[in-house]
């Protein structure tokens, strides 16, 4: 059976992309020319605008791992679920191994985005993962 949405699990999604937006806006991790243009283009709501941005970082060899963080977060402001969550996990998967703020960063979008296409128990993994290296 399917979990019936509520109004207070919208609210719970707002206050996660919020979060993320902030996170933005604070600048979590370090980002290079272009994925830094694109991200202003998110905090202005253009996800199309950021996402070409960011294709063209990824042409000009900027840091992989900023660009597929962006368009995650570019895909999950269209509410483009799936392509979000594929882009979150591309970029965790470019770890050093070393623990860092960027990779909390990107597991609390990671489960933003699985809460939004529905897909509450990994989402809730996500959140217990963070939890577990991060009690506090």
């Known amino acids: 059976m399917r979990p019936m949405r509520s109004k207070k699990k919208g609210g719970v999604i707002l206050a996660l992309a919020l979060l993320a937006v902030s996170c933005v806006m ?3 991790g370090r980002e290079t020319d272009k994925v830094g243009e694109a991200m202003k ?3 202005e709501l253009d996800y199309q605008g950021a996402l070409e941005l960011l294709s063209e970082a990824a042409e000009n060899k900027e840091n992989g791992r900023l660009v597929a963080r962006g368009k ?3 895909y999950l402001g269209m509410a483009d ?3 979000a969550i594929s882009c979150f996990l591309e ?3 470019m770890s050093n191994g070393i623990v ?3 990779d909390y960063d990107l597991n609390y979008y990671l489960a933003a985005a ?3 296409a529905g897909r509450y128990e990994e989402a809730k993994e996500t959140y217990n993962s963070i ?3 991060k009690p506090q």
Do not use: F, P, Q
């Open 26 to 28: 604070g600048g979590c």
């Open 41 to 43: 283009l998110v905090e």
């Open 72 to 74: 995650g977060i570019a």
């Open 81 to 83: 679920y799936e392509n």
């Open 91 to 93: 970029s965790l998967s």
């Open 100 to 102: 860092e703020n960027v």
């Open 114 to 116: 699985y809460a939004g």
């Open 131 to 133: 939890l577990e290296l």
